[in-house]
């Protein structure tokens, strides 16, 4: 008569025993994605890696879910890391559109939920390189690397 109903906490019992993980792991990952900043980047709406050719235009896009971080004033960047002989070379852009090089931010500003944007759209010099597309817990004008998104691209033919 008074049978407990299987409800959300059985189903996810279920899955995680179908899974392999802990209730415990589900929660976690859960707990993370809803209080974490997530910021992403796409070239060509890929996530990579891919390559392309020095003559062939791409399209660099970002996005970024504040979670519950919204409003807090943050660091956001975007950064390319040209890989050289093993050693990496980086260059950020710096409002409004320059090119400078080392790991400098964008602009600080309050996390805000941004919908898929286009940031880019033309030619990258030729070389492996990692697009990186952050934000900080904080808004102190250095880039702390706290939450990224990497695209690895190679432009041309890259031994
Ligand atoms: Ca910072």
Redo the contacts with the bound molecule.
């Keep these: 008569m008074n049978r407990p109903r299987p409800g959300l906490p059985a189903l996810a019992l279920a899955l995680a025993t179908a899974g392999g993980l802990s209730p415990a792991a589900i929660a976690d990952e859960g707990d993370a994605a809803i209080l974490d900043p997530t910021p992403d980047i796409k070239v060509n709406g890929s996530d990579g890696p891919l390559t392309v050719s020095p003559l062939e235009p791409v399209q660099i896009t970002v996005a970024l879910d504040p979670g519950l971080h919204l409003g807090q004033p943050a660091?956001v960047y975007g950064i390319g890391e040209l890989v050289v002989a093993g050693m990496s070379v980086y260059f950020s852009v710096v409002y409004p559109d320059r090119v400078v090089p080392g790991e400098r931010?964008y602009l600080q500003i309050p996390l805000l939920p941004v919908p898929r944007t286009e940031v880019y759209q033309g030619r990258l010099p030729p070389g492996h390189w990692f697009l990186h597309f952050g934000v900080?817990a904080?808004?102190?004008?250095?880039?702390?690397w706290d939450w990224f998104d990497t695209v690895e691209v190679r432009v041309g033919p890259v031994e």
């Design positions: 660091d931010p900080d904080n808004a102190d004008g250095i880039v702390d």
